[in-house]
């Protein structure tokens, strides 16, 4: 039974920073891809962040490439987000997802970070 759990998320003024986490248990890590996502009022999901289990390989978007940094603690079964230079644009539902080598997604149910500015 895989849970993934998110936190971090809250409200924070542009030009600030969050650290989202996502706690894993049910799995074994190795197996699986580690990703962030984000859903923003009126616009598509997208993939934020992701990173191999290992921590060896990591991609971004490139509207957050630069701000945003993926990383993962395999001693604690933990994925990080860390946000920097946050910007109103990245208002969204936060979402953790874990990728399956044979391509099964597992979800976490979200948590929503809002940017003032």
């Known amino acids: 039974q895989v849970q993934l759990v998110e936190s971090g998320g809250g409200l924070v003024q542009a030009g600030g920073s969050l650290r989202l986490s996502c706690a894993a248990s049910?799995?074994?890590?190795?197996?699986?891809?580690m990703k962030w996502y984000r859903q923003a009022p009126g616009k598509e999901r997208e993939l934020v962040a992701g990173?191999?289990?290992?921590?060896?390989?990591?991609n971004y978007a490139d509207s957050v490439k630069g701000r945003f940094t993926i990383s993962i603690d395999n001693a604690k079964n933990t994925v990080y987000l860390q946000m920097n230079s946050l910007n109103p644009e990245d208002t969204a539902v936060y979402y953790c997802?874990?990728?399956?080598?044979?391509?099964?997604?597992?979800w976490g149910k979200g948590t929503l970070v809002t940017v003032s500015s």
């Open positions: 997802n874990a990728r399956h080598v044979s391509g099964v997604n597992y």
């Open positions: 049910g799995f074994t890590f190795s197996y699986y891809a």
């Open positions: 990173i191999s289990s290992t921590g060896g390989r990591t």
